[in-house]
């Protein structure tokens, strides 16, 4: 779960971390209150949306004058922002951050990520920030500072120093480079964050201070941290997946035409490659679970069709925990309670597959039943062109 810049300013203010002054504005109106409140000559109006790259993109203005920050607020409030992270639809800016602009004597880069497969927290730290961090190691690979701490031991001061020795930072600096280095660690420990991300973090006067900051946090442990849950913003996100995500279900939106409803992850990644060597496009990647009872199987359908593009459904379910016909009574419900209208094909293997297939042909005919996943998808893809011809 990603959350916006001002979230996670002011997660990183609850260890001490320097921070600009800011506020958030809703109207025009109290973008103006804000700058007024926050004082000075100069202010950063930052569009809020869950996306990095907004300043090539538009969404970050410089404003000299109250009168440019309302100016701002009205130009981007409303707007959809177009970055190269968000894909061509962008993202609905319906929130602004103004913060005061401060002086920039220098720019560092410095981010937190959990690496799943070495099962450590990975420190990366450059002494050019401002740009994605994939610039920083194409352009200026030798400038990258990496360390690895162990979570049974967490970080240590001597690891912060030695992050911050490899900033490059004048000796008077460095203290203050280690506490807020390892601020930043309690951060992403203490909040059960994936990422965080401070870009640029700035040296300004003699202080070091956070500009701009991401976060991302692990779904799995939000039933703990339910803080953090009350800070997601649905309208920042693929409207499918949260509609999935709402109902227990595991779905990643696609570009293609062919729903895809399958049990375990592998199984799913097989059959969407199987779709593609067949010709076509699956519409979503979405993993029903282990308990594949009829009412889940239901509410799968009900997820694949939020899809407007989805023009044909494949099923395939492979019963170890599952059984066939609890899944063929989901598609028999489906069928009749949500109002499947298009091209459905379903393959089934596994505990009570028979009892499944007997379930399918006798109150489910139109229903295309498939052997192999090989024939499933090459079924989907006919029933594809079909659709095709006759929409032509």
């Not at 949306?49 to 969404?59: I, T």
């Not at 009829?294 to 019963?319: C, G, H, M, T, Y």
């Amino acid at each position: 779960m990603d959350i916006h810049e001002y979230q996670a300013k002011e997660l990183l203010a609850t260890h001490g971390i320097q921070l600009p002054r800011g506020g958030l504005a809703y109207s025009p109106e109290q973008a103006h209150y804000r700058a007024t409140e926050i004082g000075g000559d100069v202010w950063i109006v930052k569009a809020q949306v869950h996306s990095g790259a907004r300043g090539k993109a538009g969404g970050v203005i410089l404003c000299r004058s109250e009168k440019e920050v309302e100016e701002a607020a009205e130009k981007l409030l409303g707007r959809r922002l177009v970055t190269t992270q968000t894909g061509p639809k962008g993202k609905l800016i319906n929130r602004l951050y103004v913060e005061e602009g401060i002086r920039i004597d220098r720019e560092l880069y410095l981010g937190f990520v959990l690496d799943r497969k070495e099962e450590r927290i990975v420190v990366v730290a450059s002494s050019s920030g401002g740009m994605e961090i994939e610039e920083i190691a194409e352009k200026e690979p030798d400038s990258l500072v990496r360390c690895r701490i162990d979570p049974g031991f967490g970080m240590r001061d001597f690891e912060a120093r030695e992050i911050a020795f490899g900033l490059g930072l004048d000796g008077k600096l460095i203290g203050k480079a280690v506490d807020t280095i390892l601020a930043c660690y309690r951060v992403f420990r203490d909040f059960d964050a994936t990422m965080l991300e401070i870009n640029p973090l700035v040296l300004s006067k003699d202080e070091l201070r956070a500009l701009d900051c991401k976060m991302s946090f692990d779904e799995n442990a939000l039933f703990r941290r339910p803080d953090i849950s009350e800070l997601r913003d649905k309208s920042q996100e693929d409207p499918r997946e949260t509609f999935a995500s709402d109902r227990g279900l595991s779905y990643v939106g696609l570009d293609g035409d062919i729903g895809c409803i399958i049990n375990g992850a592998g199984l799913a990644m097989a059959t969407m490659d199987m779709i593609k060597l067949s010709g076509g496009e699956p519409a979503n990647f979405l993993d029903i679970g282990g308990g594949a009872s009829p009412e889940r199987v239901a509410k799968s359908f009900r997820a694949v069709l939020q899809d407007k593009n989805v023009q044909v459904i494949l099923v395939n379910i492979f019963a170890g925990i599952n059984r066939c016909d609890w899944v063929a009574e989901g598609v028999v419900k489906a069928l009749e309670e949500v109002g499947v209208k298009m091209p459905l094909v379903v393959r089934l293997a596994g505990t009570n597959v028979e009892k499944g297939k007997k379930i399918l042909v006798e109150r489910a005919p139109d229903v295309i039943v498939a052997d192999t996943l090989a024939e499933a998808a090459e079924h989907a893809v006919s029933a594809l062109k079909e659709v095709r011809k006759n929409a032509a």
